[in-house]
């Protein structure tokens, strides 16, 4: 439905994007994940039509598009810190509704209807500055469903949300996108999020489509080492080792079938010991035998492991772990 060609985007001479293809089809949802300043949110954008790629081509079923014309109304973004009206939430529900002409019975029972599914009828009342920063994006993302749009784009809508209300929105979309031909594409910093309701889960890396799997993603400052490949480099509190011969600004990938899971630390050769606590645990896959096991080692990391694995380890939330893997498991980009 809705696809990027060959795009290259520039801020002030800086590339911020470079995509040979990014699609989002007909009805599908599209996770894409990635550190900050990766090139999420220029991306969501450009697909909503609101700049002009420096290089490449917007479609929209097929067709090229431009910023400002009649396709604008079929795609609606809900950015990070959405902006409301200084008027009441009714009214900034209300609002695309009655700019392309509803009748107002028909404007009535459509604010309703959203609003009651988003759980923020009690809101209806209120003003802006009455609002806090989760229950304006809950406002943003009723005002966006209200107008029906046939793609709808959502920057980190959960950022400010509590689990609860987080839980109500993707629920919201996923009864949306059964009621009619929908397709989402939601930028999250949230991995578990955007494997729970995503159909497909995309990474970004400095502006392109990560070749590795979205976890494990951390930018860091490579420094050089004294002798050899072998860097050190400081992600949350701890140290992770890799082979290259990098230095500098640096992603670091660690692919989650490349960790080792174990209550003890393990005799052998790997650099990266980390100690830490079990802080989630999710089936993924149709066939259920794939678990991702997610822990605080001084940084959140997740690795794969079969259910076998969980039950002889018995890993729970809470249980102590030991993340291993090595330093040449350590993808650097």
């Not at 200084?86 to 029972?109: K, W």
């Not at 609002?131 to 107008?147: I, K, T």
């Not at 990391?301 to 040449?328: H, M, N, Q, W, Y």
């Amino acid at each position: 439905m809705l696809e990027l060609i060959d795009v290259r985007h520039e801020y002030d001479g800086r590339v911020v994007l470079h995509l040979d293809r990014f699609a989002v089809p007909p009805g599908a949802a599209v996770a894409v994940v990635g550190p900050n300043g990766s090139g999420k949110s220029t991306l969501l954008r450009l697909l909503a039509l609101l700049e002009r790629p420096t290089q490449g081509r917007v479609l929209l079923d097929g067709a090229i598009v431009t910023p400002g014309g009649a396709a604008r109304r079929r795609v609606t973004l809900v950015e990070q810190r959405p902006m409301l009206f200084r008027a009441t939430v009714r009214e900034n529900v209300a609002f695309g509704l009655q700019v392309r002409g509803i009748r107002r019975a028909d404007v009535n029972r459509r604010v309703e209807n959203v609003a009651a599914r988003l759980g923020i009828t009690p809101l209806l009342g209120r003003r802006r500055h009455e609002l806090s920063d989760g229950e304006v994006q809950r406002v943003a993302v009723a005002r966006a469903l209200a107008v029906e749009p046939d793609v709808l784009l959502l920057d980190e809508p959960a950022s400010s949300a509590d689990r609860a209300a987080a839980l109500t929105l993707y629920r919201t979309l996923a009864e949306e996108r059964t009621r009619r031909p929908l397709a989402v594409c939601l930028a999250s910093h949230q991995l578990e999020d955007a494997y729970r309701w995503a159909d497909d889960v995309r990474a970004l890396t400095d502006g392109r489509l990560s070749p590795v799997t979205p976890e494990n993603l951390f930018r860091v400052e490579l420094m050089a080492a004294p002798s050899g490949d072998l860097k050190h480099a400081c992600v949350g509190t701890v140290e992770i080792a890799a082979m290259t011969d990098r230095t500098g600004p640096a992603i670091l990938a660690v692919p989650p079938t490349d960790i080792f899971v174990s209550r003890e630390p393990l005799a052998s050769s790997a650099r990266n010991t980390f100690h830490g606590r079990v802080i989630g645990l999710a089936r993924r896959g149709s066939g259920g035998g794939a678990v991702h096991v997610t822990a605080d080692v001084g940084v959140e990391l997740i690795a794969v492991v079969t259910e076998e694995a969980v039950r002889d380890l018995a890993l729970t939330p809470g249980t102590p772990v030991v993340f291993s893997f090595k330093a040449s498991a350590v993808r650097v980009f």
